[in-house]
């Protein structure tokens, strides 16, 4: 008599069905992942004291404010715009110490004992500075609001030229020239969305 064969332990039907399922669960979206804890809470506001525009500031500050948001939040001085908050744009620039810097990309704890001057230091509705008189001469503007990162930027600049800092467009070994090409470089830092780059270059340079 004919021995009867013993069936497998898993028909063609089980595992077709069993990869199907596999498949299909690979499709499913992935669990959400656990809720993240609580932020960390905010550091103690503790007292900072600032210089700017020659007037003493004693602000209350988280030591994780920028000194922007110190300058335009706490200490009511507008006038130093936030562009792109990343150091890219230059808007935000003030001087320190006669020194140009991004006000976005600095602490302003970093900043005690420094003399910061921001646009409302730079001359008066009364009597403007050269710098400002020569934007408005040569339309160095259009929406305005990247003016006043660019009125310092350019006194920032005109400054490193007199003092005779070289740029990367400088000639080795000769003497800074004020041209096109070097205020341009030197300016390079402040972005002017409306395209006035070439009124900007002209007011520089007749201050230069």
Do not use: W
């Not at 089980?14 to 809470?41: E, N, R, V």
């Not at 700017?52 to 209350?60: D, E, F, H, I, R």
């Not at 003016?147 to 740029?167: D, F, H, K, Y």
């Amino acid at each position: 008599m004919q021995e009867e064969s013993t069936p497998p332990s898993a028909s063609r039907r089980g595992f077709m069905q069993a990869a199907l399922a596999t498949l299909g669960a690979a499709q499913l979206p992935a669990a959400p992942a656990a809720a993240a804890g609580p932020d960390a809470p905010a550091a103690p506001a503790q007292p900072v004291r600032l210089m700017v525009n020659g007037k003493a500031y004693t602000l209350s500050l988280e030591p994780r404010v920028t000194l922007l948001d110190a300058l335009r939040e706490v200490a009511s001085l507008p006038g130093t715009k936030k562009g792109c908050d990343r150091g890219q744009c230059g808007a935000c620039t003030v001087l320190v110490d006669g020194r140009r810097i991004n006000a976005c990309l600095t602490l302003a704890v970093m900043q005690e004992g420094a003399s910061i001057t921001t646009i409302e230091g730079i001359g008066s509705a009364e009597q403007l500075a050269p710098i400002q008189l020569a934007f408005i001469e040569h339309d160095a503007f259009q929406c305005g609001y990247c003016t006043p990162g660019q009125i310092c930027s350019a006194i920032g600049a005109l400054s490193e030229m007199r003092a005779g800092m070289p740029s990367a467009v400088t000639a080795p070994g000769k003497a800074i020239v004020v041209s096109d090409e070097e205020i341009r470089e030197r300016m390079s830092g402040n972005i002017c969305r409306c395209g006035a780059y070439p009124n900007i270059v002209a007011a520089v340079r007749s201050v230069a």
